[in-house]
């Protein structure tokens, strides 16, 4: 687990946090993968990593006088222990065409197997960037969906993802 807290000073002393983070690979997506709901007393946010990747964490501390002082940090987390989305999309490619897949059908189909048999759906609802289920096993409707383009591109198949207020999906 990595730990931000944010002290704060000024104001009226009273203040509560809010806390959005992001992945973003520069080209494809920028997610937010985790945040607090709405402002919240803690001041430390916590995160497991489970991907190399850039990342950006945004904050907001807000005292009871209404003020709100907003601000973000870029982290780039790099370990050999975990491959990066981009990375762990061409691995699966590669084992997806050593088993033989050669049409896109095959190809689709297999990367769907892939993902829902080394996945679970995160019912915590923490992780929501492709890093969750590609990496860390785990995700939401979000991660799955942008996993499983990560996957197309990597196999060559045009794929996009759709959404709506509470759900997101695939259109290959």
């Not at 007393?41 to 190399?52: D, G």
């Not at 990375?87 to 033989?100: S, T």
């Amino acid at each position: 687990d990595s730990v931000w807290t944010l002290n704060a000073t000024g104001g009226d002393g009273n203040y509560s946090y809010q806390f959005w983070f992001y992945w973003s690979d520069g080209t494809l997506y920028n997610t937010t993968i985790a945040s607090t709901d709405g402002f919240e007393s803690s001041s430390s946010f916590h995160y497991r990593f489970s991907a190399s990747g850039n990342y950006e964490l945004a904050l907001w501390v807000k005292d009871e006088s209404g003020q709100i002082v907003a601000d973000s940090i870029e982290y780039s987390a790099v370990s050999p222990e975990y491959p990066s989305v981009p990375e762990k999309a061409q691995q699966l490619a590669e084992a997806c065409l050593a088993a033989g897949c050669e049409t896109d059908y095959e190809k689709a189909l297999w990367m769907h197997d892939w993902l829902i048999y080394n996945a679970d759906y995160d019912g915590t609802y923490t992780y929501y960037g492709p890093d969750g289920v590609l990496c860390g096993g785990r995700g939401v409707c979000q991660s799955y969906s942008i996993a499983y383009a990560y996957l197309m591109q990597a196999v060559g198949i045009p794929c996009d993802t759709a959404a709506n207020w509470n759900h997101m999906w695939n259109m290959i």
